[in-house]
Each structure stands twice: as structure tokens, then as C-alpha cells.
């Protein structure tokens, strides 16, 4: 059962605009999440992160919003830029874990 | 350049014969993991070693080996590959375990088992 759910595999944003990807999880004892984007034929790098203290990560252009009531998070990035064309994976760890968790990716294209 | 190399990149092989995924890392890092990516399913754990000598099991170990003789490497081992193994795996490493410590991926190893 996917704990960590991205409901949008794709997006598409015009250069310049905003950019938000959302996350879903469903374990109450997630208390971290991280963001991840990976580009073709590499590995996934880390991007952001946000711990549940926080209902807010800010790092440049990139913003991570968590609501842990509704058990979702965000990842803004404005402005959007060509660069950013990836695919962005949400993660989440429980206490004491020694696992991530992650979705199943959003593939953003950022069109110039 | 601080980097985790797999070897190889790309791999067809037939069912019951038995490879290794090699993974090793540069950067002196105590914590390394295994992961495999499926369409819809995201990334998942294999296994994970804390330390030298030191492995546990992931989310989905079953079909797998993995050993850690030495600190820079952490070799994954399919004794008998079957078709559902057919995947892209991911080897990862940090300073440490926890969340202090981020995660360095390999540029992963697509697998094909016929």
C-alpha cells in the first residue's frame, strides 16, 4: 500500500510562472519529508526538506509547505525555469527510521 | 569529485542466473542503501547497512543479497533473478543514518530479466 502518494504524474508550466507539486501520505508517524528531483539517466538529488514542526521550508526559489492535518505537502517553485524540467519525487520518514519512504514521481516541464 | 558509481548502468539477463549490482562511494560514508524504482510504486528499499558488517532489511528484500566487507562498498547480489526483479535500482549513501544526513544517489542500474 503506497503510503506517499503524488496524484499527478505529469504537470506542464510556461517559464517564469509558478510551479506547485503536491503530496499525499497516509502514516500519522511521518514526521519528515524531503523532496527529490532527478533528471534523465541520474539518480534522484535532494532538493528541500521539512520537518513536521514546520508548516513551512523556504531555500531560494523553492518553498515546501506542510499541512499535517490534511496529511499533504507542497513544493512550490517560482519562478519556474527550464532547468527545473525534472521529475520530482516526494519522501517521507518516520521517527527513528531508517527508510524513506517515497511517492511515485511528478514529471514538471517547464515550457520556455 | 565526491560521487556513488554502479556498475553496470544496464543489464539483460535470463531468469536463475545469478548477478551483482556493484555500488561504491567515495566519500567515507558509514550509511548505504538499495533501492529499486517501479511505475507506480515510486522507489523502495531494498536493504540498508548501518556500518561495515552491519545490514538490515528494507521494504521489499525478498530475491536479494547484500554484503558490506568493506566501508566504500555495497554490492547487491540476485542469486536466482526472475522477471519481477526487472527494475531500475538506485544504490544511496550519507554520512550517516537519520535525517541530518542527506542521501546521495547512484545514477541507478536498469535491470532486465527474461
Known amino acids: 500500500d503506497q503510503q506517499v502518494k503524488q496524484n499527478s504524474p505529469s504537470l506542464s508550466v510556461q517559464e517564469g510562472r509558478i510551479s506547485i507539486l503536491n503530496c499525499d501520505y497516509t502514516?500519522?508517524?511521518?514526521?519528515?519529508f524531503l523532496w527529490y528531483k532527478k533528471y534523465p539517466a541520474e539518480g534522484p538529488t535532494f532538493l528541500i526538506s521539512?520537518?513536521?514542526?514546520?508548516d513551512k521550508n523556504e531555500d531560494g526559489r523553492f518553498t515546501v509547505f506542510l499541512n499535517k492535518s490534511a496529511k499533504h505537502l507542497s513544493l512550490h517553485i517560482v519562478p519556474s525555469q527550464p532547468g527545473d524540467s525534472a521529475v520530482y519525487f516526494c519522501a517521507a520518514e518516520g521517527k527513528g527510521a531508517n527508510n524513506l519512504f517515497f511517492g511515485t514521481g511528478t514529471r514538471l516541464t517547464v515550457i520556455p | 569529485e565526491a560521487q556513488v558509481t554502479q556498475n553496470p548502468r544496464y543489464l539483460i539477463t535470463v531468469t536463475g542466473k545469478k548477478l551483482t549490482v556493484t555500488c561504491s562511494q567515495n566519500?567515507?560514508?558509514?550509511?548505504m542503501s538499495w533501492y529499486r524504482q517501479d511505475p507506480g510504486l515510486g522507489l523502495r528499499q531494498i536493504y540498508y547497512?548501518?556500518?561495515?558488517?552491519?545490514?538490515d532489511k528494507g521494504d521489499v528484500p525478498e530475491g536479494y543479497k547484500v554484503s558490506r566487507k568493506e566501508k566504500r562498498n555495497f554490492p547487491l547480489i540476485l542469486e536466482s533473478p526472475s522477471p519481477n526483479q526487472t527494475s531500475l535500482y538506485f544504490c544511496?549513501?550519507?554520512?550517516?543514518?537519520?535525517?541530518?544526513?542527506?542521501?546521495?544517489f547512484g545514477p541507478g542500474t536498469r535491470l532486465t530479466v527474461l
Open positions: 502514516n500519522s508517524m511521518f514526521d519528515y
Open positions: 544511496a549513501s550519507s554520512l550517516a543514518s537519520g535525517r541530518l544526513y542527506e542521501q546521495f
Open positions: 566519500m567515507n560514508h558509514e550509511y
Open positions: 521539512i520537518s513536521s514542526i514546520k
Open positions: 547497512s548501518m556500518n561495515v558488517e552491519v545490514t
